[in-house]
């Protein structure tokens, strides 16, 4: 017997040492590509047999249907789930508090906060609705105060005060958030929360985390770009792209490169644009812009067309994201600027064509106006002849000229040159 105790007591090392967590970070709104990062990352560490995911959060917020996607994702894993708000200073608002809540395990860092839940937040209504739709967002609050209610429920939770964060945008900091039953537990550091969590049952599964080695599990490509992408600053430089991609094709046909970029931008933009609410008069009011610049570019209007459209762009930039949630919302500053950029973009233009309307021909038989030249024969109102470049051209002239002397051309009248004596 005694000979099979070192053999044990190395198996259960092992098992000591093979302990592990997944842990993934949330820093920024919630969207599409956080719900499938969220969801990629349960099944990794259900593949991997880990003790836990971690899920350390920062958010302020984010769509109402990835924020579905994650709680129903969080509800159906068989490995335990702990939502960590961290580090100290960070905030589950808005999306963050139905994620939070919905997780087997809620943690928070000291000086943290949570709350502010109301679906103004989450793009499914606006501070700036029309009474109108007073009845609609009435509907969506209680829907989202009941989506909360059963969360709460569910996981044992301070109800009334998950309710409020809804209806109310009630917001608690960790201290008081762990003294109403909102969360569980307060813990430091990552250390810190493993050891707290450690012996602790979630669904009759008890946690091994004392020591456990934490794998952190980065985002794949895919989900990065689509987290990049979809930023209303990023849509808006897409958007400029297409713009200044597509009407410098129009302008310059057969650039070709400038098209291929214009179509590609345009292209990403409507398939992020499909995630985020988007205020249809904003898009009218930019294409709208579009359609003056470009008018601009083949009419005499010498920029007036232009100055409209920096307007119209502006205010269509503004207008564009605000039905989305507010950490989708485009600064103001970036709306400047994009209007700034576009203004130079096409003064550029419309001032190249307002320089070639005034420009002297360079080209052409017109150029040959004013020049001097010899008279090669006899030149008078019936005909003769000069040199010019090294050619023979026609010439007539009111004044009699013999052959050699220098004439001035005067104009032009088909392929026949109007000359004068040159005194």
């Known amino acids: 017997m005694k000979r099979w105790l070192p053999i044990a007591s190395l198996f259960f090392a092992a098992a000591l040492q093979a302990a592990q967590v997944g842990l993934i970070k949330i820093d920024g709104p919630i969207g599409p590509a956080t719900a499938n990062y969220i969801t990629r990352a349960l099944s990794v560490v259900a593949a991997q047999n880990d003790q836990c995911l971690i899920i350390q959060l920062d958010t302020p917020g984010g769509l109402l249907e990835s924020t579905k996607q994650i709680v129903e994702s ?42 502010a839940a109301h679906p103004v937040e989450m793009g499914i209504g606006s501070d700036n609705e029309a009474s109108t739709n007073d009845i609609m967002r009435q509907k969506l609050e209680n829907y989202a105060a009941s989506f909360m209610e059963n969360i709460a429920d569910k996981r044992h939770r301070n109800v009334a005060w998950a309710k409020s964060a809804v209806l109310q945008s009630k917001a608690i ?15 430091t550091n990552l250390p810190d929360l493993l050891q707290k969590l450690n012996g602790r049952s979630v669904d009759s599964r008890v946690l091994h985390t004392a020591g456990a080695r934490i794998v952190t599990i980065p985002m794949v490509l895919s989900e990065y770009l689509f987290q990049l992408f979809w930023q209303p600053e990023v849509m808006m430089l897409l958007m400029l792209v297409a713009v200044y991609g597509i009407i410098a094709e129009i302008s310059h046909p057969g650039a070709i490169f400038p098209g291929i970029a214009g179509v590609i931008a345009l292209i990403l933009m409507l398939y992020m644009s499909a995630t985020i609410p988007i205020n249809v008069a904003g898009v009218i009011l930019i294409l709208l812009a579009v359609a003056l610049f470009i008018i601009d570019l083949f009419t005499p209007t010498h920029g007036i067309l232009t100055g409209g459209g920096v307007i119209a762009f502006f205010i269509g930039a503004l207008m564009l994201f605000n039905h989305a949630p507010r950490p989708y919302h485009l600064p103001v500053i970036w709306a400047i600027a994009a209007s700034f950029v576009t203004a130079a973009f096409f003064i550029f233009f419309v001032a190249k064509g307002v320089q070639a309307q005034f420009r002297p021909i360079r080209s052409g038989a017109e150029t040959m106006i004013g020049r001097v030249v010899p008279a090669k024969s006899r030149i008078d109102s019936s005909g003769g002849a000069v040199f010019v470049e090294g050619e023979i051209w026609n010439a007539v002239s009111d004044a009699p000229v013999e052959p050699g002397r220098n004439v001035e051309i005067t104009g032009i009248e088909g392929l026949t040159l109007k000359v004068k004596p040159k005194t």
């Open 74 to 115: 969080l509800f159906a894993s068989k490995t335990p789930t702990i939502v960590y708000v961290a580090p100290s200073g960070a905030s589950a608002a808005s999306a963050g508090v139905f994620i939070t809540l919905a997780a087997n395990v809620a943690a928070m860092a000291p000086n943290t906060t949570i709350g």
């Open 173 to 187: 900091p960790s201290e008081k958030a762990l003294s109403m039953n909102v969360i569980d537990l307060i813990a």
